[in-house]
């Protein structure tokens, strides 16, 4: 949430919607059905629309690449609206699958990166209860001032600058109204829409949708409780103690609950009010380093990362340091995920597919199949054409949207976690262009990256050489055991024991697509006979055989018609 001061005129969309705007889940108490009618009409319309985006019939003007494209867009954004006028739920959701390129349309990610909470502020006497009821005083008897007029106000909560009776200046975060109430009825609905996507023939296929369902329901949560954000800002606070270009804001537990969170005030220029930060006299270029420094630190040293640094919950003090805010949604990589990190890193040294594939599976990032021939190409693919270029000449947003491209038809199932890193780099890497044209992440992360690769700091300092005199033992024993195993081989052969079966699934595909045309040519005579024979009986008058002959010619076409959509689904089998 955002609630930045910056020196120069306020940005549009800074202060709360305080207009007139109202929306049937903005109060206290909510209409189940109601909920469900809304939420279902949103549902089945987006079903419709998905299911006809398949017919090429429906394309006015006969059907192309780009007019379904441009169809896609157009979706794309009334999703991102329907989400905002369903609340506060589906706002988290959108903002949470916007980091899901590897399941979903690149139209429809670009369209929900720019969902925003634009929602309406709650009334100050609600704020006022909500304080009193969480900590059994009155805002006069904790606060000295408090200004009823938020700073900012999104889905979950608003701002409210504030100052305490010992003098230190505040924000007090409030949370709105009914929240858990609402998440309760919202989240039993969306695990009956998951269910129904699991089992779904088309879109449930190698679609893990109840564990993105959990994943989203654990954040979401999270999310509501702001003692948890509290404990994430101190945690955060103190990862950045020893760096004197950070500014972390101080929690005062004292004055913080479940529903408020009150915080150290913190005033700064928007990292992406450019103007604003040079009429203050600081270096852009040198903002943009630091900006991608402070998110390396986080992931390698750290473990524990700021996992929504849009440019809102960045900004930059009048000396130059850089303010962190909103720590409601952090990511934590575990100790073991470094060491299969680092074997993927190996195998990408050596651009040794089948490692990385065996890598990928240990990190959960891969599902296992019984023919990974199609993953490893599609790996050998990306280290052909993605390692091409220096390291430092590469760009996160060109390297994670073409990973996505080429994972949609594959099993690769990315982790949050690694969703939520890739978002956040391609997010500061953006952030540090605005502030310099010639800014290059991938740039500033090499010398992190040899970090890793040589583990500096001691605790695995002989890694290259202990993955070397791996390497070494692996091919001497393999070279020793190699003639032996050809002898038992050539065994085998002679005795018959062993059988060779080739299986293209290709051929497959065609021959079971021959004998379904040969069925549709069949059944394409039958309705012609049936038709044929109607008409000579109803000409002479034999009206009932004619009704017969009809009634056959339907049944007919009934399964003329089944077969010429499993001849589709065999064309766009891949």
């Known amino acids: 949430m955002e609630y930045v001061q910056a020196s120069a005129s306020p940005p549009p969309g800074a202060r709360p919607d305080n207009g007139k705007t109202k929306y049937r889940w903005n109060r206290e108490n909510y209409s189940r059905n109601r909920r469900r009618f809304d939420i279902w009409v949103f549902v089945l319309t987006l079903l419709f629309q998905l299911w006809r985006d398949g017919k090429r019939w429906s394309y006015i003007g006969g059907y192309s690449d780009e007019k379904r494209q441009r169809r896609r867009k157009n979706q794309a954004a009334w999703i991102r ?66 200004d009823p007029t938020p700073l900012a106000a999104a889905s979950l909560g608003q701002v409210h600058k504030a100052q305490l009776r010992t003098g230190e200046e505040v924000v007090v975060k409030v949370q709105r109204p009914g929240l858990k109430k ?4 919202d989240l039993a609905i969306l695990r009956r829409i998951a269910q129904y996507f699991q089992n779904h023939p088309r879109w449930g296929r190698g679609r893990d949708w109840l564990g993105i369902y ?22 955060f606070r103190r990862n950045f103690r020893a760096v004197d270009w950070v500014q972390v804001p101080r929690v005062y537990w004292r004055y913080s609950s479940p529903r408020v969170l009150t915080l150290e005030y913190s005033p700064g220029i928007k990292i992406s009010h450019y103007e604003a930060l040079e009429a203050a006299g600081l270096d852009r270029k040198l903002l943009a380093r630091l900006g991608a420094e402070a998110y390396l630190r986080q992931l390698l040293e750290d473990g524990f990362f700021h996992a929504d640094p849009h440019p809102g919950n960045l900004a930059v003090s009048a000396d130059g340091k850089l303010i962190f805010y909103d720590f409601g ?82 099993p ?26 010639d800014f290059n992440f991938m740039e500033v992360a090499q010398p992190f990256a040899l970090q890793i690769m040589t583990d500096s700091n001691g ?13 070494a033992a692996s091919v001497g024993s393999t070279a020793l055991g190699l003639p032996r195993r050809l002898e038992d081989t050539l065994e085998k052969l002679e005795r018959g024991d062993i059988r060779v079966r080739v299986r293209s699934t290709e051929s497959d595909r065609i021959l079971r697509r021959n004998g379904t045309i040969q069925l549709l040519t069949n059944y394409t005579l039958l309705v012609a006979a049936f038709t044929l024979s109607a008409t000579i009986l109803f000409v002479n008058s034999k009206f009932w055989l004619a009704a017969i002959a009809i009634a056959a010619a339907g049944v007919s076409i009934v399964g003329l018609v089944r077969l010429w959509r499993r001849v589709d689904r065999l064309d766009r089998m891949p």
Not at 182 to 185: A, G, S, V
């Open 81 to 146: 609206e329907s989400l905002l006028e369903l609340g506060p739920t589906f706002i988290k959701v959108g903002q949470l699958f916007s980091t899901r390129a590897d399941l979903f349309p690149v139209e429809y990610v670009e369209e929900l990166s720019k969902l925003q909470d634009r929602v309406p502020a709650f009334d100050y006497e609600q704020v006022a209860s909500i304080i009193q009821e969480d900590s059994g005083k009155t805002i006069a008897e904790l606060f000295s001032s408090f």
């Open 182 to 185: 609402l998440f309760t009825i």
């Open 214 to 235: 959990d994943e989203c329901c654990r954040i979401l949560w999270e999310e509501t409780d702001y003692l948890s954000e509290g404990r994430s800002a101190d945690t």
């Open 412 to 437: 690769f199932r990315f982790p949050a976690t690694f969703t939520f890193v890739m978002r956040a780099f391609s997010t500061l890497e953006g952030v540090g262009k605005g502030l310099d044209p």
């Open 459 to 471: 605790s695995n300092g002989n890694s290259i050489l202990d993955e070397l005199g791996r390497q």
């Open 329 to 410: 949604m952090m990511g934590k990589i575990k100790a073991n995920v470094r060491e299969q990190l680092m074997e993927t890193l190996f195998g990408i040294a050596q651009k040794n597919a089948d490692r990385i594939v065996d890598s990928l599976i240990e990190l959960g990032a891969l599902a296992p199949t019984g023919d990974m021939g199609p993953v490893r190409r599609s790996v050998q693919y990306m280290l052909d054409n993605f390692m091409d270029k220096p390291f430092e000449e590469q760009s996160i947003a060109a390297i994670s949207d073409d990973l996505y491209e080429i994972v949609q038809d594959q």
